[in-house]
């Protein structure tokens, strides 16, 4: 199924033994358009603190409205890496957090059955020094990159004759984590519609402009399908 992205913003992560905290935003691959990560604000069992947790992790057949059930326990997530998500995520900082929960890395190649923990890792994917710029920094197309959904909701989108409005909301395959739709306020240039814009179409992202670039002509937007919020589905 499909859920646009700022219907999750909000919702309940649930750890097996009680609730983590809530998502407050979520972490994509800007060249493979995966999620990669939710930034879930735990409550004041601790102390409120930002923790990473992989989509992976959540239970994909016992999603509940307004609540998102993970394999994990709190004492897994209370001894997790601390990562301040406010600034770039290195390399190292995701060997550790996957060692931690013996996730299988997406980066690299090669198969980790688990068990090992962080001893695993370390030896099959060897940490390379770099960095994953998070909303902030320079882009490398030869290094990863994480963006925030945050960040880049309200960047300006160009098509090759003009531009076209701006991100609105993003639509999400709930199997696959990845990114299938910008959704794109038009404002008053069709009418204030949104219109859904595949992420194929999308070639170059500036940052520091807070620009996307798309290979469509003006006209071919025009012809791009209108966005209903309630055509895409709601966890009931």
């Not at 069992?45 to 057949?61: H, Q, T």
């Not at 004492?75 to 990562?83: A, F, L, N, W």
């Not at 996957?98 to 068990?115: D, E, I, V």
Request: glycine share 8%; hydrophobic share 35%.
């Amino acid at each position: 199924m499909q859920y646009n992205i700022n219907n999750l913003i909000g919702y309940n992560l649930e750890a097996t033994d009680g609730e983590i905290g809530k998502v407050e935003e979520f972490y994509f691959n800007d060249e493979t358009w995966t999620i990669r990560y939710m930034v879930v604000k735990t409550g004041g069992w601790l102390s409120g603190r930002k923790v990473l947790i992989s989509p992976d992790a959540v239970l994909k057949d016992s999603w509940q409205k307004e609540s998102l059930p993970v394999n994990l326990t709190k004492e897994q997530v209370s001894s997790s890496p601390e990562i301040d998500t406010d600034k770039p995520v290195s390399r190292q900082q995701e060997s550790e957090l996957y060692g931690h929960y013996n996730w299988r890395p997406y980066w690299g190649s090669g198969f980790y059955a688990g068990g090992g923990g962080m001893w695993n890792i370390l030896n099959e994917y060897p940490i390379i020094d770099e960095e994953i710029t998070v909303e902030t920094g320079v882009h490398s197309a030869d290094d990863p990159h994480l963006r925030s959904t945050h960040a880049v909701t309200g960047y300006h989108i160009h098509a090759r004759d003009g531009e076209i409005g701006h991100v609105k909301d993003f639509i999400v395959d709930d199997q696959t984590w990845q990114i299938l739709f910008f959704v794109i306020d038009t404002h008053n240039w069709m009418g204030g519609k949104k219109v859904l814009i595949p992420v194929q179409h999308i070639k170059e992202l500036q940052w520091e402009n807070s620009k996307i670039v798309t290979d469509m002509s003006v006209d071919a937007v025009k012809d791009c399908a209108v966005y209903h919020q309630s055509a895409f589905n709601q966890v009931t």
